[in-house]
């Protein structure tokens, strides 16, 4: 069995490339909320104290970190406030997991482990119940659903898919913006404007409904999360931004990342001043259109709201599980 070596948080940020290598080769998981851009800003931004603990060998990696809560020590995954990261990457999930298993089996440090991002019945399942080692308890956690769409067939097959309703009122939503004048076009973001440009962004948000009732992520540890994730997804390539514009001014955005052939949707939103004119709807198929030509396969919308119902086919369930001793 091979051997994972302990290493520092900061050997898997400077081996950003390399971590997602391992994430884009492992089944059956949340891809992109488990990349590195992802859960290092969200271990930074939203976890409060923890302690990094992270392992690496030829086997792939284990992100997670050491917490105090009531009930006792936890080794939980870097990002565990929506709970869709899985902290074991690599493309044999049974060997990462019984070497991570004979790893904490030697760690004193430790009263449980969460598993989270785990989708039931995959091989990270399997390897978890039938790996325990004398005296360890397995316990079922909390389910997160995603919704999930196919951009097959392009936007006329993702159009098709929808029903009847569903396209007419998105129609009349993109003939309403064009008549009032607004026009989406897509914004590249990179290493050198990523921080201008998630002002603009933020500063959409503050004049949106959520922005102006305080639910936003213009402010708050929600801004630092995507200040934090902003600059490595921009500098990898994997930003995707575009912003609406009326009268010489921004008024709506969608920002969303892309990962081994797919897009995960991020955030949207306008100007509230615009909310009677389906902004979101058409920022959403706006964004549909370009990822299509880019040859992309799947939007994951991420964690269910009633209204991502209409513009998905599949609903995703991930599970955390969890290993006490």
Same mark, same amino acid.
């Given at each position: 069995?091979?051997?994972?070596?302990?290493?520092?948080?900061a050997?898997?940020?400077?081996?950003?490339?390399s971590?997602?290598?391992?994430?884009?080769?492992?089944?059956?998981?949340?891809?992109?909320?488990s990349?590195?851009?992802?859960?290092?800003?969200?271990?930074?931004?939203l976890?409060?104290?923890r302690? =990094?603990?992270?392992?690496?060998?030829?086997?792939?990696?284990?992100?997670?970190?050491?917490?105090?809560?009531?009930?006792?020590?936890?080794?939980?995954?870097?990002?565990?406030?929506?709970?869709?990261?899985c902290?074991?990457v690599? =493309?044999?999930?049974?060997?990462?997991?019984?070497?991570?298993?004979?790893?904490?089996?030697?760690?004193p440090?430790?009263?449980a482990?969460?598993?989270?991002?785990?989708? =039931?019945?995959?091989?990270?399942?399997?390897?978890?119940?039938?790996?325990?080692?004398?005296?360890?308890?397995?316990?079922?956690g909390p389910?997160?659903?995603?919704?999930?769409?196919?951009?097959d067939?392009?936007?006329?097959?993702?159009?098709?898919?929808?029903?009847?309703?569903?396209?007419?009122?998105?129609?009349a939503d993109?003939?309403?913006?064009?008549?009032?004048?607004?026009?989406?076009? =897509?914004?590249?973001?990179?290493?050198?404007?990523?921080?201008?440009?998630l002002?603009?962004?933020?500063?959409?948000?503050?004049?949106?409904?959520?922005?102006?009732?305080?639910?936003?992520?213009?402010?708050?540890?929600?801004?630092?999360?995507?200040?934090?994730?902003?600059?490595?997804?921009?500098?990898?390539?994997?930003?995707?931004l575009?912003?609406?514009?009326?009268?010489?001014?921004?008024?709506?955005?969608?920002?969303?990342?892309?990962?081994?052939?797919?897009?995960?949707?991020?955030?949207?939103?306008?100007?509230?001043?615009?909310?009677?004119?389906?902004?979101?709807?058409?920022?959403?198929?706006?964004?549909?259109?370009?990822?299509?030509?880019?040859?992309l396969?799947?939007?994951?919308?991420?964690?269910?709201?009633?209204?991502?119902?209409?513009?998905?086919?599949?609903?995703?369930?991930?599970?955390?599980?969890?290993?006490?001793?």
């Amino acid at each position: 069995m091979s051997e994972l070596v302990a290493v520092e948080l900061a050997t898997l940020a400077s081996s950003a490339a390399s971590f997602d290598d391992a994430v884009a080769a492992t089944p059956a998981i949340d891809r992109f909320c488990s990349s590195a851009p992802w859960i290092l800003a969200a271990h930074a931004a939203l976890m409060g104290e923890r302690s =990094p603990r992270v392992w690496a060998g030829a086997l792939g990696w284990v992100a997670l970190a050491r917490a105090e809560r009531p009930g006792g020590r936890y080794l939980e995954p870097l990002e565990l406030a929506w709970g869709l990261a899985c902290p074991l990457v690599g =493309p044999d999930p049974a060997a990462l997991t019984e070497a991570f298993l004979a790893a904490a089996a030697d760690d004193p440090d430790w009263d449980a482990i969460l598993c989270a991002g785990v989708t =039931p019945g995959s091989a990270h399942h399997r390897a978890l119940r039938s790996r325990l080692r004398p005296g360890w308890r397995f316990g079922l956690g909390p389910t997160t659903e995603r919704y999930v769409a196919s951009l097959d067939g392009g936007v006329d097959g993702f159009l098709a898919r929808r029903s009847r309703n569903f396209r007419k009122a998105v129609r009349a939503d993109q003939r309403a913006a064009a008549a009032a004048g607004v026009q989406f076009a =897509p914004v590249e973001v990179t290493a050198d404007n990523a921080v201008a440009t998630l002002a603009r962004v933020m500063a959409i948000e503050a004049r949106s409904w959520k922005g102006q009732a305080g639910l936003g992520v213009d402010a708050g540890p929600m801004r630092a999360f995507y200040e934090h994730m902003v600059g490595p997804l921009a500098a990898a390539g994997r930003l995707r931004l575009m912003i609406g514009r009326a009268d010489d001014a921004d008024v709506a955005f969608i920002l969303g990342g892309v990962f081994a052939g797919e897009y995960r949707g991020l955030q949207f939103s306008h100007d509230a001043r615009y909310r009677a004119l389906g902004l979101g709807n058409v920022s959403q198929l706006a964004q549909i259109e370009a990822l299509c030509a880019e040859g992309l396969h799947t939007y994951d919308l991420g964690t269910a709201m009633d209204y991502k119902a209409r513009w998905a086919e599949q609903v995703i369930a991930t599970t955390l599980y969890a290993i006490a001793r």
